[in-house]
């Protein structure tokens, strides 16, 4: 059972450890991603990878649908899969989520659960090697993200578009840290989004009801207001 690892043997060595483990798979998949799609260009391969990483960010395990990889996160890539898509591609991203979880976990003190992650990211990492996978896999997560209709094309595109104003508005949320409430979040960031990404909000309400959602999915967000601290001491 993987829960009974004893990471205790890593010792003062773990920090060293990891970051090995960490940057060896990092560069594997960039590599990989690299062989599974030349008519990609390196600065839309790197976006693509990075684009998963701040998906995690704001949703945490949303990141992820019945171990692979979610439709949203996937959608966030700015790629659409269509028939001609290679699977591979997907599994390879469901390695490269791990990873984030991995380095989320590392950042936060939880080695066991780093470490566990990683492992997580190598297995998808090997299962993407063993060929298009699509034909003997018929999980509902994968079978979403191979959807191909005009609407849910079209809701792909959405997400893909409006990934980078919500994690945006998340780093403005956090950097502030103790709002009044989560009203005056919402005015305050809105009005800095507006002003960064004019042409995907056009107007205040709009930009308002997208913070407020990135609120409501910010993990513990009440530690961002004033106001919700307050309630909780009282």
Known sequence: MRGSIDFARFGGNFQSTFK?????????????????????????????????????QIHQLGVLRESIISPEAMAATGL?????????????FTACAYVSLAFDAFGRGDDASAMLRLFDANYWFGFQESGDLRPYVTDEALEGIFRTDRATLAAQAKVAKRQPVKVRAAQLIIQNAKWDSRHQASIAVAEQLIKEFSENLKTESAAQKLVAGVIAELPDSQQYFKRSSNKKRG
């Open 20 to 56: 090995h483990a960490f940057d060896n798979l990092k560069n594997k998949i960039e590599e990989r991603f690299s062989d599974l799609a030349p008519e990609i260009s390196a600065a839309s391969r790197k976006k693509a990878l990075a684009a998963i990483d701040d998906y995690r």
């Open 80 to 92: 659409l899969p269509s028939e001609s898509f290679d699977s591979r591609i997907v599994f390879l």
